[in-house]
């Protein structure tokens, strides 16, 4: 009996070697979220896997699995360290979010411990006040901000997360000092302290804030990004203001697996899966939920990577 | 008034046929340890990519109800709390299982789910402009101070004394630190990889509550006249009804302290029962009942985390800010369709809007229906003989532990915590402060960095923590409930000298 199943366990061993490469994949796909059930990372990963089951696609559904924690560093470190590098666990990645944390420190990866496979996702970071606030542009916030160095309080989702990036590059692009307060709890809790009026300002992600500002709770006064979104196609741009401010604190969302991946299976995946996201059924939700989408394929990720490594590293040096 | 002319949509045959799906895969998901019902309602989300707005929201809005609700019947049978919410529920509700009152306290705490629903919906019907103001009202000092409240909780709470609750609840809170810090990203006591997303709160509340127990039932070996087993005595539906009625205090606090602290974005939900549960206790005529089977126990507590469910959806739907993990799933579930919650739901999809309302107070008929038929064949399970209940519990919350997040870590952390948490209740501390101080710990701790930082930049910490009415309010209230646990130890300690002293 022993020996049977021992004989087995080769075989199939053998087999699943033989097979990486032809038949990839031939079971569910496993993709890890470090983000909560409900979060807007997890929300859209959800929309953008939903055909991978189709022919076309992969051929086989995939799966999401949250581990959440420490603004993301939980799941990555996990991804890291203790994910096999099979093809069959892929992963979200946010930028600069994984970035940021690897040049701070304390945790086990970096952006070379991953192979990105394409983007689906760019969600930029905005201004927003409260509606009733005084402050109608960049400008009014940079003149108060001027005259009360370090009192202006403006709340983000967190250190070392695109907020933050995006916070820290207005007070260098203005030359002033504020006071970015971080909240726990994400977004919405950072957005809930604008509204409540705990705070004169805050950063938020465009299609939160495109949420608030419907809902009549908000205005949002500018976008940092290089280019207006097509949601907000009114709101002009940092650089549009005067303030030297790029597009490095735009949240982009996508997949990447573990480094030592087979090769095969890493240029399989990164053929399929940007014709994946590029399904318009995908594209309908997205639009719907207010998810701005920008597929990029592996090239321009890992160029994108490069890039923002770089910037990031020049950022926070001073911190 | 609105909502009734919604009220057909409801009853359209596959809507309700939904809402039933709904309502009874929700009882189930809650009933199963670990999948708390913002992974119950997670879970069905991909189900309603395929459904029409409304017919989605009601699968939601049912399963949210009776998940919540579901919770209490592996707290009550087994000892595990399936969320937070449902703590409360096993200090009473166990106990009454133990003496063969089972199939009663499921009972009783599914009226009262019902009873507390219902009106936590009709809050979200008529007062919702209201309970928005309301909800954005707490700013980082006041839910500092609430914390604190809660700290305050911890002595009163399922403790032979006030010093031991002290101390366990001290525990918790140092529990609480480890892992990396939410605000600066510091790291804590992570002396081990799968620490660093700190405790994970559900499957500390398996290893707090069950493992205790388990071993307790292994301890006492294979002798057979140890192995009780216990009679479930049949009790009657109209029987828990009148036992309900009877309690209207119970009832009532549980409800309205639900239904006020659920609404609070980011605290209520959690720590709802547990506050209903001590209230009831300092106003109940009954004190040294509570933590021995008392039915006021269930009924507040499940009361109270009932009632949360309606107003916890408040700042969701009018101001677009989930303000629970389970509002920000729903918050999905509309985004889905295009539906942003706030004016945009109310003004051009009232349909939608009232139509999910409405299936959630339908929801709450339905889940005290079915969970009043689930009480009489789930109360068998206290039939099962002890050694094979204690593997059924031991296997139950390491699948629970596992499923939180789909990582071995949870479980060592589980099992960690729940053997030194046996040796804990031998020396007379108690599971219940403990989980309290490991739930408010990060609430107290990030609302102070917050606040303190905002009021470094503004007024400064002293005027920004101490000053308006709210803050006075609730200092007021932390003082009075501080100076009573005092006054009531003191006075018991009195008595005891004064009975050793004639003894």
Redesign the interface.
Known sequence: MKKLIAGAAIALMGLAGAAVAEEYPDRPIMMMVSYGAGGATDFQARIVTMTAGNEDALGMPIAIINKPGAGGRVGWNWFATQADADGYTLAAYNVPHFIAQSIKGGVSYSADSFEPIANWGADPAVFVVGADSPFNSMADVVAHATENPGKLTFSGAGLFVGHHIAALQIEKAAGVKMAYIPTKGGGAAAMKAVIAGEVMGGINNLSDAFRAQEAGNVKILGVADLQRSDFLPDVPTMQEQGLDVDNSSVNFRGVMVPKDTPQEVIDKLAATVPEMFANPRVAKKMQAGGSPMHIMTRDEVKAMWAAREQTLKELLAGL | MEFIYYFGDVFSPLSFLLLLGGTIGGLILGATPGLSP??AV?LL??FT?HLEAVQGLILLGAAYTSTVAGGAVSAILLKIPGAPANIATTLDGHKMAKQGQGAKALQLSFLASAAGGIFGVLLLIFLTPLLAEWA??F??SHLFWLAILGVTVIGSLDSASVVKGLLSGCIGLWLATI??D????A?RFIFH?SL???INIIAALIGLFAIPQVLTMFAKGRRTEGAEVIEVQKHSVLDATRELLRRPRALGIGTITGSVIGLI??VGGQIAGLVAYDQTKKFSSEKEKFGKGHSEGVIAAEAANNAMVGPSLV?LLT????GS????????GL????I?????LFDNHPDVAWTFINSMLVGQVLMCLFGLYVAGLAARVAQVPQSVMAAIVLALSVFGAYSV???MGDVYVMACLGIGMYFLERFGFSAAPLVLGLILG?IAE?NFI?GG??A???VGKASYFLSGGLNIFLIAVVVASVAYSAWMELRTRRYTTKEEAQA
């Open positions: 913002t992974m997670a989300i991909p990519f954005l009202a700013g980082p892992g990396f939410d605000i600066m990203g790291q990889p660093g997303g700190g974005p980011g700042p101001l677009s800010i989930p993990p389970t509002a920000a799933v729903l918050l999905g985004l889905i369709h295009g942003f919650p706030g004016s945009d997040q789909s990582s990060p990030a917050q930082m905002i470094d930049a503004t």
